[in-house]
């Protein structure tokens, strides 16, 4: 299978990039169905979809040029840290950035999610997760 699905004049669009787009889509309609169990409006949901993407990609960029400064970006040009085309982002900064989206966009819409009980009875889920995964 080819990389590059197609051309939009320079842009290349591959299919890791419709793939992400696609999945990210599926699992904004697919919170803001769930939203619903918790009395949140689904418009709510789709309002923070461009808050979650900007800081995901903000997120994975700033940790991967902090964790790579003195190979990758130490004595070059300092526009060089914003050349996200160029590669280099890391998928934990990405949860980090979006997650302290959500927090900023809750607080700036006064967004309930439970409580902190409920908050911290998702996040203990995560650990779990993350436990899973460093065995």
Known sequence: ?????FYIGPVVVTWFGIFV???FMAGLWTASRRALRLRIPPDTIMDLGPWLLLGAIAGARAWF???YWDEEFAGRPIHEIFMVQNGGIVYYGGLVGA???CIIFARLKKCRCGGWPTCWRRASRWGVFWGAGAA
């Open 1 to 5: 299978m080819h990389k590059i699905a």
């Open 21 to 23: 787009a696609s999945g």
């Open 65 to 67: 040029v902090v964790s």
């Open 99 to 101: 997650s302290l989206a």
